[in-house]
């Protein structure tokens, strides 16, 4: 009996963790448009891939030299809805999550609030900046510099520079 006690108390205690909830959100700067971070898969990683090499491919004389001054490019890899990631919904419904725009529009509806999956790229070696992508809500316009997850970079979205 005096050893079926502390077994049963460590596995109480050691269970208790995993129904905790997480603890608190990545809280990111005012000026980050990160929302949270997660690990890609290798299908966005080489999507991304194909989409950063046609963001550079297309970029005219003023836009390769942004590019040569901001190395780094932001690329879309994927497209989510906020309610597939039940963490990032609760940093959204906190108010605590750079999405402006919509809340504004429809607080109700948070679930249904699209979330780009961006990857950072250093444009001159066409390599990851880090191994895990960054969520985004609201996006800089295209072309802009912004920060991602405490990283400065290009915004490219799907590859396409804006139009003039």
Do not use: H
């Amino acid at each position: 009996m005096k050893n079926v006690l502390p077994l049963l108390l460590s596995l109480f205690l050691s269970s208790c963790t995993v129904l905790l909830p997480p603890g608190p959100p990545q809280e990111y700067g005012a000026n980050d448009y990160a929302v949270g971070e997660a690990e890609p898969y290798p299908q966005e990683v080489k999507l991304g891939r194909q989409r950063l090499e046609n963001f550079i491919r297309r970029a005219n004389p003023s836009q390769k030299q942004l590019l040569a001054e901001n190395p780094y490019v932001a690329v879309q890899a994927n497209e989510l809805v906020a309610g597939e990631d039940w963490t990032l919904l609760r940093e959204l419904a906190s108010g605590k999550a750079r999405a402006g725009q919509y809340y504004i529009q429809d607080f109700r509806n948070l679930s249904n609030f699209p979330v780009k999956f961006l990857l950072i790229y250093d444009g001159r070696t066409q390599r990851l900046v880090k191994r895990i992508g960054v969520l985004i809500i609201d996006t800089p316009n295209l072309g802009q510099v912004a920060n991602f997850a405490g990283v400065r970079a290009v915004y490219a979205g799907t590859g396409w520079w804006p139009i003039l």
